[in-house]
């Protein structure tokens, strides 16, 4: 069992910005696709932002040019820096990673606020 444990969410101001961090129990290089979704409040979960182990990035279109995915394979993290946040940001983020062998996991999810 994988685990992975997200970091650095909050509270943050209209145009603030926050870094959330995912920890991986095992190496991040061992996946083909690591990233973030998120909630938000009366929404299905949904994509934000994710990275291939070619270092490919994809990102929602609510977020580009905005938030920046990032994975450090030595540190088994993978980053999320958000800037310029909006109040439709608000929501609860999950790191997920997608390993070629031991499956897909997810974490607990960290939330994030966004006041406007």
């Known amino acids: 069992q994988v685990q992975l444990v997200e970091s650095g969410g909050g509270l943050a101001q209209t145009g603030g910005s926050l870094t959330l961090s995912c920890a991986a129990s095992?190496?991040?290089?061992?996946?083909?696709?690591s990233g973030w979704y998120r909630q938000s409040p009366g929404k299905q979960r949904e994509l934000v932002a994710t990275?291939?182990?070619?270092?490919?990035?994809q990102y929602a279109d609510s977020v580009k040019g905005r938030f920046t995915i990032t994975r450090d394979n030595a540190k088994d993290t993978v980053d999320l820096y958000m800037y310029n946040l909006k109040p439709d940001d608000t929501g609860i983020y999950f790191c997920?990673?997608?390993?070629?062998?031991?499956?897909?996991?997810w974490g607990q999810g960290i939330q994030v606020t966004v006041a406007s």
């Open positions: 990275i291939a182990s070619s270092g490919h990035t």
């Open positions: 997920n990673a997608q390993f070629y062998v031991l499956g897909t996991f």
């Open positions: 095992e190496s991040i290089g061992k996946t083909y696709f």
